[in-house]
């Protein structure tokens, strides 16, 4: 057994054993938890921090472009796999140079990686040794650091939860609660939730991890815990600053829904508030969004509470058709003459009403030629005797169509 290696097994310290490591390997040296969160760096080798590194001090964790790069790059689940030191490639549009990465586990889970920047040469067959038998020292501390944090996220979760489904204390007994377990109550706050079409473990034990990684990534603080099916991110701000918060949780959505494409989830953003009591109240909003997706059981058009319009009142409506055996008959003439010609008219009416009549972009939607719309909605109208300059009437036909397509 070489002196350092003897030396790090003695050690506790996760900073003094970084730059043990560093000043061995003579190289910069990076160790993130298993959420990519900064736990500790080198300063003997900070010069040669590349601008991924840089950017991951600076913010303490990695910025949601590396974080996405590498799981497109399939990085991210080869971490997960691999069970020695391996070389990650040089990627130039992300400030990235080639490093080496080595998991650190214990007891079979992996609680961080250990980065070894490769400057000037390659790492030795010896050196390469090295990382792995120093990996189980670092993975027996972050473990112990991850059973601490488990106990403080119990806590957390617990009290949020109290929030969300409205335990009836006053504000004042609520901030005398987190003084009591030190959870920080943000000065505005804002909820997110995710959830699965089907209860399928295996697709929602991957959104959790997803929707973490991602969370982890942002700039504003957050806290997830799951609730039965229901991922809920609450996302805070130590300033009044709600737009930045609102940013924020479209971020979140837009990234985490689009590692998803072929799976059905549905996502709901609530309104920020500057009020702990308004908390529960941006969580009914999240779910209000997914409820509404899920009635309309097609793909997810609006993740904003602020944006539902009238997408909000789609079930009531639509009971209320039933009640009057409702329907649209021009719509029906639109859809029988699709299935009797094969034509697009239904679908050209919707993206035409989506982008308010504006020719361009619904013929850039539809890709198709302008005169091609025009023809189409000279067809429509031709069909129905619909104006379509009316605005109370395509509020109507917006309605209805997206009740039909509920209906199909």
């Given amino acids: 057994m070489n002196q350092p290696l003897e030396k790090i097994l003695t050690l506790s310290d996760i900073d003094e054993i970084t730059d043990l490591i560093s000043t061995y390997l003579k190289k910069p ?14 300063s003997f080798y900070i010069e040669q ?23 497109d790059e399939g990085i991210v689940d080869r971490l997960k796999m691999e069970t020695k030191p391996f070389r990650i490639k040089e990627m ?26 490769e400057t000037n040469h390659l790492l030795t067959e010896t050196e390469l040794q090295f990382l792995s038998d120093v990996s189980l020292q670092i ?16 806590e957390k979760a617990l009290f949020f939860k109290k929030i969300i489904h409205d335990v009836h204390l006053s504000e004042n007994q609520l901030k005398w609660e987190a003084a009591n377990k030190n959870i920080i109550i943000p000065s505005s706050s804002i909820i997110t939730v995710f959830t699965i079409a089907q209860s399928e473990e295996d697709i929602f034990d991957e959104l959790t991890e997803t929707v973490r990684l991602f969370a982890n990534a942002l700039k504003n603080p957050s806290h997830l815990f799951c609730d039965g099916l229901k991922i809920i991110v609450v996302m805070g701000s130590n300033s009044d600053n709600t737009r930045q918060l609102m940013n924020n949780a479209n971020e979140l959505t837009n990234t985490v829904v689009s590692q998803f494409k072929n799976q059905p989830i549905f996502a709901g953003i609530g309104r920020p508030y500057s009020s702990i009591m308004k908390m529960n109240q941006s969580y009914n909003e999240a779910l209000d969004v997914i409820n509404s997706a899920k009635f309309l059981g ?19 409506i639509s009971r209320h058709n039933k009640q009057i055996n409702y329907q649209n008959e021009d719509l029906m003439i639109l859809k029988r003459k699709d299935q009797e010609s094969q034509t697009d008219l239904v679908n050209t009416l919707e993206i035409y009403l989506l982008n308010n009549g504006r020719l361009k972009q619904t013929s ?37 169509l997206q009740l039909m397509k509920q209906k199909q």
């Fill in 29 to 42: 040296v990076v160790i993130e938890n298993e959420q990519f969160s900064l736990i500790a760096y080198s």
């Fill in 298 to 316: 097609s793909p997810q058009q609006v993740y904003e509470y602020k944006k539902l319009g009238v997408f909000h009142y789609l079930e009531t």
């Fill in 92 to 117: 130039k549009e992300i400030g990235l140079n080639q490093r080496v990465v080595m998991s650190a586990k214990h007891k079979n889970k992996i609680l961080g990686y250990i980065w070894i920047q």
């Fill in 49 to 71: 921090f590349d601008n991924a590194n840089q950017q991951t001090i600076f913010s303490k964790r990695w910025p949601i472009s590396i974080l996405e790069k590498f799981m």
């Fill in 139 to 154: 993975g027996k501390l972050l473990y112990q650091k991850m059973q601490e944090k488990l106990k403080k996220d119990e």
């Fill in 364 to 400: 850039d939607q539809l890709f198709i030629h302008i005169n091609t719309l025009k023809y189409r909605i000279k067809q429509i109208t031709e069909l129905t005797g619909l104006d379509l300059d009316d605005f109370n009437l395509r509020c109507q036909l917006f309605i209805d």
